[in-house]
């Protein structure tokens, strides 16, 4: 297990290998997408963000019903946001949204499936090899119910590729140009086979990359806000800044809306740096993925020396690394956004000391998307609530891959009258 940057970045760098290996397309998502549909300030992108900010504003008045709903009484926030984060990032993929948000907390089979595919995959890196082969040649236990959840998820995304295509061959079926990822791979591929191009996704390779997306994108933000929201409980002063930051930036509209109706732009999402610098800092304590690890391709020598055998796996802690002295000072364990401005303005931390969003040639694809969900959903609750923490619970991380609460959040939401004037 290592926690260290120069390791780290030749570690990233091409050296060794994502492990296991076909979990994610990855080389053809750096190809496909790196920095073209999620990454770029082209008009595309920003298309995509303008549509993916008014779905997530939709989503906010859902979460705002919940929360009438339940006045008075406590919910769970990490619950809910991680149904928000699931049902955005399958708008985002395939252009569908699966309602695990509606009001009454539907229990919807491609979620539940897909979480326990997740849940039940994660077994076979905790056991040896032989183990988990051998109850799936038996198909009991596990292995049994992963095969059966795996088969739900397949199914629904085999009938979402099916319609899609269907759908864009029809013209007018759809109310605007798509800009899901799923319809984007099926229009490239239908323009390079006009070009005459070899390019040929085929159903089976569509569906998975489109599996492999919510995988990623799924749980990672929704666990990063439900511990900042928490961090901002206890730091009222940054919690005030963040409001300050707000209503500065609303403050400079033409038009001013009543509060209930401000959506926010992505130009303004792009303005809140103080709100950006507060979710890096709660990143760096609580990161989304904790520990990460990829696999030496051949015997290899790190720079100080010490040597990896072909086939070796390196483990590094991005959790311990985030509260390092050496690299973060001697308040590395306080929660302090402040610590992201250098001469007044915004700086991003070098990618090999941060290594939330991994590094490099591997640095995560939804990164900008991320951080314009997250922003979106803190500004959109903060502005209106007072998010209050229900005393005497224990709040403990879940040690998985993601790093969930353990027994998730309770909170009350206290309307605001204050702000947005
Ligand atoms: C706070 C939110 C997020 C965090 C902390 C995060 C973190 C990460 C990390 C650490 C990796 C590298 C995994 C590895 O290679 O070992 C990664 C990869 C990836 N992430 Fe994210 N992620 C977040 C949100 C998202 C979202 C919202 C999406 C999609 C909409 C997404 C899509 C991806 C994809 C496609 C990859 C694979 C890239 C590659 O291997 O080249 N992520 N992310």
């Keep these: 297990m290592i926690a260290d940057p120069i390791k780290i970045e030749y570690i990233l760098k091409t050296k060794f290998k994502n492990f296991p290996k076909g979990v994610f397309y990855r080389e053809r998502f750096r190809e496909l997408l790196g920095d073209g549909i999620f990454n770029s300030d082209d008009d595309k992108w920003k298309e995509q963000r303008r549509i993916a900010t008014s779905e997530m504003h939709t989503s906010r008045f859902v979460i705002e019903k ?36 509606g009001l009454d ?4 089979p491609f979620a539940k499936a897909f979480e326990d595919a997740t849940e039940y995959s994660l077994f076979r890196f905790l056991v040896p090899a032989f183990i988990w082969k051998t109850m799936r040649l038996f198909n009991v236990s596990k292995e049994k119910k992963l095969k059966n959840a795996v088969q739900i998820v397949h199914e629904f995304a085999e009938t979402t590729v099916k319609n899609r295509k269907a759908d ?20 490239m591929q239908e323009n390079q086979l006009s070009k005459n191009s070899t390019q040929n996704f085929t159903d089976k390779f569509l569906k998975d990359f489109c599996i492999s997306f919510i995988l990623a994108g799924r749980d990672t933000s929704s666990v990063a806000l439900v511990w900042f929201f928490w961090l901002v409980h206890e730091h009222p002063n940054v919690e005030a800044k963040i409001l300050h930051e707000i209503t500065a930036i609303l403050s400079q509209r033409e038009t001013k809306d009543g509060l209930n109706d401000v959506v926010f732009q992505a130009e303004e999402l792009d303005k809140m740096v ?20 990829k696999q030496a391709k051949e015997d290899d020598v790190f720079p100080d020396g010490m040597k990896i055998p072909k086939g070796h796996r390196v483990l590094y802690h991005v959790y311990a690394m985030g509260r390092l002295k050496s690299i973060w000072g001697e308040d590395s364990s306080e929660f302090k956004p402040e610590r992201w401005f250098k001469d007044g303005e915004y700086a991003s931390e070098n990618q090999f000391r941060y290594v939330v969003f991994n590094a490099g040639p591997r640095l995560c694809v939804g990164k900008k998307f991320a951080y314009t969900q997250m922003k979106m ?4 609750i903060l502005l209106r609530y007072k998010v209050k923490v229900v005393k005497g619970q224990v709040i403990t991380p879940k040690v998985t891959t993601t790093l969930y609460m353990k027994h998730g959040l309770s909170v009350t939401f206290e309307p605001r009258q204050l702000v947005g004037k």
């Excluded at 907390?105 to 919807?108: E, R």
């Excluded at 959903?377 to 959109?380: E, L, N, P, Q, R």
């Design 105 to 108: 907390l539907p229990d919807i």
């Design 274 to 293: 103080y709100l950006q610098a507060a979710l890096s800092e709660s990143l760096r304590l609580y990161p989304s993925v904790p520990i990460d690890f």
């Design 377 to 380: 959903v803190a500004a959109s």
């Design 66 to 101: 919940q929360v009438n709903s339940s006045r008075d009484h406590t919910i769970d926030l990490q619950e809910l946001l991680l149904r928000f984060t699931f049902d955005n990032v399958c708008v985002a993929a395939f252009g569908v949204d699966p309602g695990c948000l």
């Design 168 to 187: 864009l061959n029809k013209p007018g079926k759809l109310d605007r140009d798509p800009c899901d990822l799923l319809s984007r791979l099926i229009k």
